[in-house]
């Protein structure tokens, strides 16, 4: 067993005592926020991350103001929210997403999704976009295709994360409305900046007709520089933002890459 497995199994625990299960319904005529738009812009996107905890164990905290959080996220220029709802390992709370959701900004659900209970929380919450990841797909057999029909039957759009050129390959033959580049290998936590290189190098000419991101491993504006130049449309980043000794500047940091 690796640690993706781990993260599985946690997430079949989540499911199966009800984290999920809440009193409000899934609406599909709310009003949502497209990150694909924002993506599509003719300025480079940064996603920050709400995670109160790292599985790599860089950091960990149980006291946050989420609200207060967001909108300092929000002032220093950030172009969406990602929030970990994950409560065990990450520490998330689902009641972050609508909190997040009252910037204005769009937000991402960001979870192991493993099933349509998990979708339909995350339609309840308001969320905009919802993360899928094909090599959770893959090892759980499921039917990637239907899970993004399902969150767009809220009206929500999805980013589908992708490791390496094959499950580039598999991303693409979806409806998947976002394709992330994950740097970091979900079965070792290491990171390795040259994986969006090279998918986007593989990629090359292609008409991909939807935005790319990467995420993770992202620390610095030289980092930001590296990945922009690589041809993305944006970033994802958590651990670089809740390390800084000033989450604001950090932001404004990564901003700064000719926006």
Known sequence: MDILDKFIEQAKENVKRGYYDLSREAMPNIKRNSLKQKLLSPYFTLIAEIKHASPAGEYSFDDVDVRKLAFKF?????????????PKIFKGRLDNVAIAKKTGLPVLFKDFIIGETQIKSAAALGADCILLIVKVGERLNLDIGKLIRRAHSYGMEVL??????????????????????????????????????????YLG????NRPVISESGIKSNKDAEFIRAQGVNGILVGTAIWTANDQYAKIKELKLIGN
């Open 205 to 208: 000419t292609q008409s991909l």
């Open 160 to 201: 589908l994360e992708c490791y390496d050129k094959e499950e580039v390959k598999k991303a693409l033959t979806t409806e998947a409305d976002i394709i992330g580049i994950n740097n970091r290998d979900l079965k070792t936590l290491k990171v390795n900046l040259n994986q969006t290189r090279e998918i986007m190098e």
């Open 74 to 86: 929000k002032e220093a220029g950030a172009d969406a929210i990602s929030v970990v709802v994950e």
